[in-house]
């Protein structure tokens, strides 16, 4: 079993939804949760970066992270055809220890907001 | 954000030859990674540093090498590419508050 799935998708939502995106994990000392977006041919681009459990908004997008339930979400309001692309969720226990801040990423849901 | 930068951004090549992708940053950042990734699959750490002169195998095995003589500098180095090298090689760096920023990515296709 992975330590961390993704819903894999693929999305395809209307311009203007809401879209969720989901990821559980299995290792309860990651403590650092991260959202990325990549485009086609591109490197991850870092969206969302958030310590520990609860909320963290930045314009439209909103990441939630539940360390009881092992459970992180983005959500994305009025979404764009500027937001296709692929989203990885990523974990890090942090830089001490052995992690060394290594993450591990989900599979990735590709996105389609379509006019 | 960070700033870091990889060459090539693409490049083919020929089974045997020895090839050297080059990853730096500018931050001043310890903490260097290699991942690989294949079209529409998740990424996976093949080597990381967390110093000068500091270097690791990542999850996955793999046939490169890397090294790193100066903070700012991480480069990947393959001996013998083979068309089973063909992927993605992307290079991050993190910050201080462990957040992770990823290069734009060399496309290595070993023909």
């Known amino acids: 079993q992975k330590e961390v799935e993704q819903d894999p998708g693929p999305l395809s939502v209307p311009e203007g939804a809401i879209v969720s995106l989901n990821c559980t994990y299995s290792?309860?000392?990651?403590?650092?949760f991260m959202w990325y977006r990549q485009y086609s041919r591109k490197g991850p681009e870092l969206l969302m970066y958030?310590?520990?459990?609860g909320n963290k908004e930045d314009g439209r997008f909103t990441a939630q992270v539940d360390k009881s339930s092992k459970y992180i979400s983005l959500f994305i309001r009025d979404s764009q055809p500027s937001d296709s692309a692929t989203y990885l969720c990523?974990?890090?226990?942090?830089?001490?220890?052995?992690?060394?801040?290594?993450?591990?990423f989900g599979q990735g849901t590709i996105l389609t907001v379509h006019p | 954000e960070a700033d870091i930068y990889q060459t090539p951004r693409y490049l083919v090549i020929g089974t045997g030859k020895k090839i050297t992708l080059e990853c730096s940053q500018t931050?001043?950042?310890?903490?260097m990674y290699w991942y690989q990734q294949d079209p529409g699959m998740e990424l996976h750490l093949i080597h990381y540093?967390?110093?000068?002169?500091?270097?690791e195998k990542g999850d996955l095995s793999s046939e490169s090498t890397v090294s790193r003589i100066r903070t700012e500098h991480f480069p990947l180095t393959l001996e013998s590419a083979r068309p089973s090298h063909t992927s993605q090689y992307l290079c991050?760096?993190?910050?201080?508050?462990?957040?992770?920023?990823f290069g734009p990515g060399t496309r290595l296709t070993v023909l």
């Open positions: 990523a974990m890090s226990a942090g830089a001490g220890g052995t992690s060394y801040g290594k993450l591990t």
């Open positions: 290792n309860s000392a990651f403590q650092y």
């Open positions: 958030t310590y520990s459990s």
């Open positions: 931050m001043g950042h310890d903490k």
């Open positions: 540093s967390y110093g000068v002169n500091s270097t």
């Open positions: 991050a760096s993190n910050t201080g508050n462990n957040e992770q920023f």
